[in-house]
């Protein structure tokens, strides 16, 4: 199994925790640790080399910090122009089918935050959902999200510990099957 991280991080030099995560990865056997805001300071991505990486991986992981309940804009922008019609769905459009999608954030909320009642209102897995619905709309398989939590705060010991437990969530994940669209017409 071959993992791709994409890395989205308008200034990774100066994160802790996004940049700790990509030099773990970058350890791994089987893995290649791509960063989106190094490659393309210019914002011009290069679409042919993306889809060509993405053909030679069977996992591909989106590692961000969190922005306003969504990415930050590179990796917007990169969905927008990298997952095209006829490529990634349409006709023709079957490149990402049966690969496996999955997330990695950091958020500055505290992990209390993200529940139900928490003051960010729902958990990661809910407001990951528009992933989960990209990842099926590709025909990929979605994986539970791994996220770190109290970014503001987190010791270097609990970044270490993060590290760690990154590598265990890839070496262990694995995707739930579902059972297909479902439509309720009532
Ligand atoms: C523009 C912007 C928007 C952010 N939005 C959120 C957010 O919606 N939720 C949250 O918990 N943290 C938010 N944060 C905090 C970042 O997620 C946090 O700084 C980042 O995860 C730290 O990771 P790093 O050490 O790799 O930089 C935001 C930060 C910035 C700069």
């Given at each position: 199994m071959k993992t791709l991280i994409i890395v989205a991080h308008p200034d990774l030099q100066n994160s802790r925790i996004n940049r700790a995560l990509a030099d773990t990865m970058r350890e791994q056997p089987d893995t290649t640790v791509h960063v989106l805001d190094e490659l393309y300071q210019d914002k011009s991505i290069d679409v042919t080399h993306e889809q060509g990486l993405l053909e030679r991986?069977?996992?591909?992981?989106?590692?961000?910090?969190?922005?306003?309940?969504?990415?930050?804009?590179?990796?917007?922008?990169?969905?927008?122009?990298?997952?095209?019609?006829?490529?990634?769905f349409g006709p023709g459009g079957e490149h990402l089918k049966g690969k496996e999608i999955g997330i990695a954030i950091s958020t500055a909320g505290t992990a209390a935050s993200y529940q139900p009642g928490g003051y960010n209102l729902f958990t990661i897995r809910d407001i990951a959902k528009p992933m989960e619905a990209l990842a099926n709309y590709v025909g990929a398989h979605y994986l539970p999200p791994f996220a770190i939590h109290n970014a503001n705060y987190i010791t270097d010991e609990q970044i270490a510990i993060s590290q760690e437990a990154y590598v265990d969530h890839l070496r262990s994940v694995k995707h739930v099957q579902t059972s297909g669209l479902v439509t309720i017409n009532k």
């Open positions: 991986h069977d996992r591909i992981i989106f590692q961000y910090p969190l922005y306003w309940y969504s990415t930050p804009p590179l990796l917007k922008q990169w969905f927008d122009e990298v997952l095209a019609y006829g490529w990634a």
